[in-house]
């Protein structure tokens, strides 16, 4: 049971725009930012998006993060047969003093 | 370039112990707090822990699930981050990850480390 909600999938035909949730609480989310990880199959997990919506230099701003309340979304547009992979949203915890992630939503590109 | 390169890992037996290590090379090692995640087989990702810079304080942090059973050290000289496992238990198996920096900015290959008798 993580403590970050996320659904466990998400799917899009290519083109398309695609929003994943992560829901928390004020411990989390409500006063602290969010990061976005992509782990495409087989591989190590990599910074997609870090404070609510800044891109690492070399995504693509095709992806996109917002933060409200004690909820935060990643969306991808003009979705591509690469965006296939597992996402991950995580958040610092005030009263768990450390990080915690989401259960991960895995992304199908039909 | 930022590499992190991993080594360690394997199967142990329950109540056995594994060091992993991290070789960092691309940033200023030293300046950088650095942490363990670990993601069990088919599951989602879970902090281990960190450690700060020495600049920081040098200090550790611990996810409970581990606090007292695994240690994180740092060596500024190697350019190379440790995690010493011991007590390890069966649902200590899963891969772990060093990363860098606060937002785990960059992630190692992984090591897989199994813990069955």
């Known amino acids: 049971q993580s403590v970050l909600t996320q659904p466990p999938s998400a799917s899009g035909t290519p083109g398309q725009r695609v929003t994943i949730s992560c829901s928390g609480s004020?411990?989390?989310?409500?006063?602290?930012?969010v990061n976005w990880y992509q782990q495409l199959p087989g591989t190590a997990p990599k910074l997609l998006m870090y404070?609510?919506?800044q891109r690492p230099s070399g995504v693509p701003d095709r992806f996109s993060g917002s933060r409200s309340g004690t909820s935060a979304s990643l969306a991808i547009s003009g979705l591509q047969s690469e965006d296939e992979a597992d996402y991950y949203c995580?958040?610092?915890?005030?009263?768990?003093?450390?990080?915690?992630f989401g259960g991960g939503t895995k992304l199908t590109v039909l | 370039e930022v590499q992190l390169v991993q080594s360690g890992g394997g199967l142990v037996k329950p109540g056995g112990s594994l060091r992993l290590s991290c070789a960092a090379s691309?940033?200023?090692?030293?300046?950088?707090?650095m942490s363990w995640v670990r993601q069990a087989p088919g599951k989602g990702l879970e902090w281990v822990g960190r450690?700060?810079?020495?600049?920081?304080?040098?200090?550790?942090d611990y996810a409970a699930p581990v606090k007292g059973r695994f240690i994180i050290s740092r060596d500024d000289s190697k350019n190379t981050l440790y995690l010493q496992m011991n007590s390890l238990k069966s649902e200590d198996t899963a891969v772990y990850y060093c990363?860098?920096?606060?937002?785990?900015?960059?992630w190692g290959q992984g090591t897989r480390v199994t813990v069955s008798s």
């Open positions: 450690i700060k810079s020495k600049t920081d304080g040098g200090t550790t």
């Open positions: 004020s411990s989390n989310i409500g006063s602290n930012t």
């Open positions: 990363t860098a920096r606060g937002s785990f900015d960059y």
């Open positions: 691309g940033f200023t090692f030293s300046d950088v707090w």
């Open positions: 995580a958040a610092w915890d005030d009263s768990l003093n450390g990080p915690v």
């Open positions: 404070s609510n919506n």
